[in-house]
């Protein structure tokens, strides 16, 4: 398990960003203990707290592609990596981890590289260029990804308590979540139990930009 946060915005200055996006990724640090660390840009922050189960070594994220163009945040496994590996003729040298393979295979495919890849997943991917966000949760779910749009700021993590945790304060509670969660035992669609707060559902994928 690890935990991916983020956001994008247009008038926040350095310094504050700074502090926002470490308070998002300490607050989830249970996630991934191993390592954390953070990417700040002129109008983005990218995060990850990273679990270090295989290739300890090579994992360490946010990862930039070679072409400096589009970073990488990855929570969850890739059943069969090695299998793309093979079929697009990668070099296994300098593909030694799961995040360095979806960055490649998303360079060349785009979007459509979700549908090469077998497992469970959230996924960020940020194009720099187009100053645009992919989100991509997998297909049962497995992996958490929430977000809020709010004025400038679009914000997104692996738990709730991050995207509070940016504005430092209280959510207000949904009444219509908590009638779904009592009528069906769990919240249905996109909705959370908090207003203005969403989860990506299983098996889909958002795109934010200007």
Same mark, same amino acid.
């Given at each position: 398990?690890?935990?991916?946060?983020?956001?994008?915005?247009?008038?926040?200055?350095?310094?504050?960003?700074?502090?926002?996006?470490?308070?998002?990724?300490?607050?989830?640090?249970?996630?991934?203990?191993?390592?954390?660390?953070?990417?700040?840009?002129?109008?983005?922050?990218?995060?990850?707290?990273?679990?270090?189960?295989?290739?300890?070594?090579?994992?360490?994220?946010?990862?930039?592609?070679?072409?400096?163009?589009?970073?990488?945040?990855?929570?969850?496994?890739?059943?069969?990596?090695?299998? @793309?590996?093979? *079929?697009?003729?990668?070099?296994?040298?300098?593909?030694? =981890? +799961?995040? /360095?393979?979806? %960055?490649?295979?998303? #360079?060349?495919?785009?979007?459509?590289?979700?549908?090469?890849?077998?497992?469970?997943?959230?996924?960020?991917?940020?194009?720099?260029?187009?100053?645009?966000?992919?989100?991509?949760?997998?297909?049962?779910?497995?992996?958490? @990804?929430?977000? *809020?749009?709010?004025?400038?700021?679009?914000?997104?993590? =692996? +738990?709730? /308590?991050?995207? %509070?945790?940016?504005? #430092?304060?209280?959510?207000?509670?949904?009444?219509?979540?908590?009638?779904?969660?009592?009528?069906?035992?769990?919240?249905?669609?996109?909705?959370?139990?908090?207003?203005?707060?969403?989860?990506?559902?299983?098996?889909?994928?958002?795109?934010?930009?200007?």
């Amino acid at each position: 398990m690890c935990g991916i946060a983020g956001f994008i915005h247009k008038s926040i200055d350095p310094g504050e960003a700074k502090n926002k996006i470490t308070k998002m990724i300490n607050i989830i640090n249970h996630r991934g203990p191993d390592d954390t660390c953070a990417l700040i840009g002129k109008n983005f922050c990218v995060a990850t707290a990273r679990l270090a189960i295989e290739k300890i070594k090579y994992g360490q994220q946010p990862i930039v592609d070679d072409k400096k163009r589009y970073i990488l945040s990855f929570n969850g496994e890739i059943f069969n990596y090695k299998d @793309i590996i093979s *079929k697009y003729s990668f070099s296994k040298n300098k593909i030694d =981890s +799961e995040a /360095k393979l979806l %960055v490649k295979l998303f #360079e060349l495919k785009g979007v459509d590289f979700i549908s090469e890849i077998q497992g469970q997943f959230a996924i960020s991917i940020y194009d720099i260029i187009n100053d645009k966000l992919y989100l991509f949760r997998d297909r049962f779910g497995i992996r958490p @990804i929430y977000y *809020k749009h709010k004025n400038k700021t679009f914000l997104y993590s =692996s +738990e709730i /308590k991050s995207i %509070v945790a940016f504005e #430092e304060s209280a959510p207000k509670t949904s009444l219509l979540a908590i009638a779904s969660t009592s009528l069906f035992w769990s919240n249905i669609g996109d909705a959370t139990s908090f207003k203005d707060i969403f989860q990506i559902p299983p098996s889909n994928y958002l795109t934010f930009d200007k």
